[in-house]
């Protein structure tokens, strides 16, 4: 068995080998008056005949995140990838709420 493991936070992806969508995945509020937050649904896809892929041929493909817990605390979720018809793997993941993805805005510390 072959896995890709990727850090979330550095994913960099040369001829689209690896994409994620949204780029910049926000939590969303229920609504004004609520709380209650939404997490954001990110759609993360791998590409094995794209230039520059290493697995070309994988039997399955899992994605290990790293995600913050706090500024000083991280765990690590695996996510596996279903094959599609035109042979690329995707997933979609929804994350845990944590104080640093939902305060932080994309691209800013």
């Known amino acids: 068995m072959k896995s890709l493991a990727l850090l979330f936070a550095a994913i960099v992806a040369p001829a689209q080998v690896v994409t994620v969508e949204p780029a910049c995945p926000q939590w969303q509020r229920a609504s004004a008056t609520d709380g209650h937050m939404i997490p954001p649904a990110i759609t993360i896809r791998y590409?094995?005949?794209?230039?520059?892929?290493?697995?070309q041929s994988p039997?399955?493909?899992?994605?290990?995140?790293?995600?913050?817990?706090?500024i000083n605390r991280f765990d690590s979720v695996t996510v596996p990838l279903a094959r599609s018809s035109d042979g690329s793997w995707?997933?979609?993941?929804?994350p845990k709420k944590n104080s640093i993805i939902t305060k932080r805005k994309c691209g800013r510390r």
């Open 59 to 70: 039997e399955t493909v899992r994605l290990i995140l790293a995600n913050a817990i706090n």
């Open 47 to 55: 590409n094995p005949s794209a230039p520059g892929a290493r697995f």
């Open 90 to 94: 995707q997933a979609i993941y929804t």
